[in-house]
């Protein structure tokens, strides 16, 4: 197994052990964790409240832009392109991941069964329970498996912006969530924790990418060459 292969596995441990014991705290209503939750959301809120313009951006991107739809519609047009390249494994491991990421916060929504933040004046409202954030998590899973299908040979440049625009979008509709009081701080965090560890699973079982670890494409030996 390479180093790069290593450092991605133990990130998704020790994202996926982080996220089991955020759980464990909600679930068992921690208080101080339940006080901090409280206090950023009423903070947050109010601003929202007093400035409808700001608001308004940020439903439209929440809504929209960074919606987990607008995210899974990114996700089936790579599959489509890569299944089209033909490059089936990688369009079924795209796939698979978005899948699992959907079934995996809808079952968490179930189970855990929180209540989202309730206000006087709402300034946007949302289905289903409240943790984790299924904004965050589908836009960390899509995102990270984007990244991931970006060629070896992409320039410097490319790789930075691409890195810059997925960091801004799962940063940005996790906070967008929160603005909105539609959010615990505490549901976005473990929407991040187990979109990252899903990305780690889904990636590094994935070996070189079809090609050698040396990043050179495999090439037949030729008559009387040694076999190494």
């Known amino acids: 197994m390479r180093n790069d292969d290593r450092h991605v596995r ?6 996926a052990l982080l996220a089991v014991a955020l759980t464990v705290l909600v679930v068992a209503r921690w208080e101080p964790l339940l006080s901090l939750d409280g206090r950023i959301a ?10 409808p313009g700001t608001t308004h951006v940020m439903r439209v991107l929440s809504d ?11 996700a089936a047009a790579a599959c489509v392109a ?15 991941a978005a ?11 179930a189970l855990v069964g929180r209540e989202r933040p309730q206000w006087p004046d709402p300034v946007d409202s949302a289905h289903y329970a409240a943790y984790p954030s299924g904004h965050a998590m589908t836009a960390t899973v ?32 996790g906070f967008t969530r929160l603005y909105l009081g539609v959010h615990w701080t505490s549901d976005v ?25 040396s990043g050179r494409s495999p090439v037949s030996p030729r008559a009387g060459d040694p076999v190494r």
């Open 142 to 173: 899509v995102c990270g498996m984007l990244l991931w299908l970006l060629p070896g040979a992409t320039p410097r440049w490319a790789v930075a912006a691409a890195w810059a625009v997925a960091v801004v979008s799962v940063l940005g509709v």
């Open 10 to 15: 133990w990130t998704g441990i020790g994202c």
């Open 42 to 51: 009423s903070d947050l809120h109010a601003r929202a409240v007093a400035d």
């Open 189 to 213: 965090l473990a929407g991040w924790l187990l979109g990252v560890a899903l990305v780690a699973v889904a990636t590094s079982a994935y070996g070189c990418h079809g090609r050698t670890c």
């Open 64 to 74: 929209w832009v960074w919606d987990p739809w607008t995210m899974r519609i990114l």
């Open 99 to 109: 899948v699992v990421a959907s079934v995996v916060q809808q079952g968490l929504k």
């Open 82 to 96: 890569l299944w089209w390249r033909g490059e089936r494994r990688r369009a079924l491991r795209v796939a698979l």
